[in-house]
């Protein structure tokens, strides 16, 4: 069974520090590979999303990165901002999974405060 | 123009009552897809719609659990018998190509329906 997991689960920055998130899958055969972010209460919102053949995307202050040899991906948020705190969500779409391909495998997430 | 709808956005049951979660999405998406998500949990696939036709419903946790989308645009989530392991965030997911198209299709998700079951 394909396991997405994120570390850390949560942290906490001062504003303007560039920091990393990980995500970790345990079968490489994706489809895509995708960050969205979650605000409390509401849904979730698509940031960035790495195509299998694809190695970074970038967005604004994003850019996120995928090596599906070694089974993983990071989301570089450069000089963060208070508006930045929500949840960020990694998730794939697999080729082995069975069932609808475009279906999502999603990661715990990873809680992020940026302190003003 | 609009994002995916979902109505209720709160519904509190009482154990053993039946429920519908209403989804609208994006007008004209072919794909149309529900999770579930426990508090402190990344969303979990529960089934998947092309237009009218559920092509995967391996997520659905058990035989309480029914979804349709007649016409190929709303959809409802309808849990039967509802349990305490039932409360979760719904949350519906619409994209605008088919199951075709997993490479570069952007998953719009809606706000969700908080559900608690008493």
Redesign the interface.
């Known amino acids: 069974k394909q396991e ?1 997991t994120q570390i850390p689960a949560a942290l906490s920055v001062p504003e303007g520090e560039n920091l990393v998130l990980n995500c970790s899958f345990t079968d490489s055969a994706i ?2 590979l ?1 960050w ?1 972010r979650q605000d409390p ?6 940031l960035l ?1 790495i ?3 694809q190695r970074e995307q970038t967005s604004g202050r994003l850019n996120a990165s995928l090596d599906k040899s070694s089974g993983r991906s990071t989301l570089y948020i450069a000089a963060s901002q208070p508006g930045d705190s929500a949840t960020y ?1 990694c ?1 794939a ?1 697999l080729m082995n999974y ?12 990873t809680l992020l405060a940026v302190q003003p | 123009g609009a994002g995916v709808s979902q109505s209720p956005r709160y519904k509190v049951a009482k154990r053993g009552q039946d429920v519908a979660l209403r989804c609208d999405p994006i007008s004209g998406h072919v794909s149309l897809f529900w999770y579930q998500q426990a508090l402190g949990q990344g969303p979990e696939f529960l089934t998947y719609f092309q237009n009218e036709a559920q092509l995967d419903k391996s997520g659905l946790p058990s035989d309480r659990f029914f979804a349709e989308r007649p016409e190929g645009s709303v959809s409802t989530l309808k849990i039967q018998r509802t349990q305490q392991e039932d409360s979760a965030v719904y949350l519906c997911a619409s994209s605008p190509h088919g199951d075709s198209f997993p490479s570069t299709d952007t998953q719009y998700f809606g706000p969700g329906t908080r559900l608690t079951v008493l």
């Open positions: 997405v489809y895509n995708q969205f209460g509401k849904g979730l919102t698509s999303l195509q299998s053949s969500l998730a779409s069975g069932g609808a391909t475009n279906k999502l495998i999603f990661g715990t997430g």
